[in-house]
């Protein structure tokens, strides 16, 4: 049996500008020139930029062909129309694959409830897009159909502080078996250095950088050292 691809999934949040995301891919690009990876068709590796750069985001993925797809941090609970301000899922879905939903910052600063995150799921399926649904423990309510659980415990969201291997291992084993999900993966302070401890454990099954993802340099070695574990 072919083993499933991990996921390095890369939320940016509210950073970068043009000009430093230009600057972002152009160094990823390089490194990838001076250093051919193996194993990196066993991974799916996303970027989650603003909406306003995820244009300019799958531009430089296609310029630079590399091995990256697309994604947002968000999309707004209804469809097109007379809602000043939102972006939708079908605009989003033009230029991404995946969608971020229910992150712990959306959660505590937006006061997102679970009834608008439903609405935000049902929007992303409608849409085609492949939803990351966030929470911060086994405990809490997913909506049905999502594939892809991101365990992001909110002490440990950028701030240096990282849940045990071992303990996020059982937490995605827990989720997994209550909610009928293949695929968990990890987010809270994801380094270079944490990375493949991670990896490693059975039930998960990738990683959601956020600080340390916005440097070109720290994200690469991140990719090395997962794709040489």
Known sequence: MKQAKKYIIANWKSNKDTSEIITWFKSVSQLFIERKLKNLADFEIVICSTYIHIPLVKQQITSYQLPFKVGAQDISPYSNGAYTGEVSAIMVSEFAEYVIIGHSERRIYFHEDEDMLREKTQMGFSAGLKTIFCVSNNKAEIPPDVTIIAYE?????????????????????????????????????????????????????????????????????????????
């Open 153 to 229: 415990p909110i002490w440990a969201i950028g701030t240096g502080k990282t849940e045990t291997p071992l303990n996020a291992n059982e937490v995605a084993r827990k989720i997994k078996n209550d909610n009928k999900v293949h695929i968990v993966i990890y987010g809270g302070s994801v380094n270079k250095d944490n990375i493949c401890n991670f990896l490693t454990q059975k039930e998960i099954d990738g990683v959601l950088p956020g600080n340390a993802s916005l440097d070109p340099n720290s994200f690469w070695e991140m990719i090395v050292n997962a794709a040489s574990n």
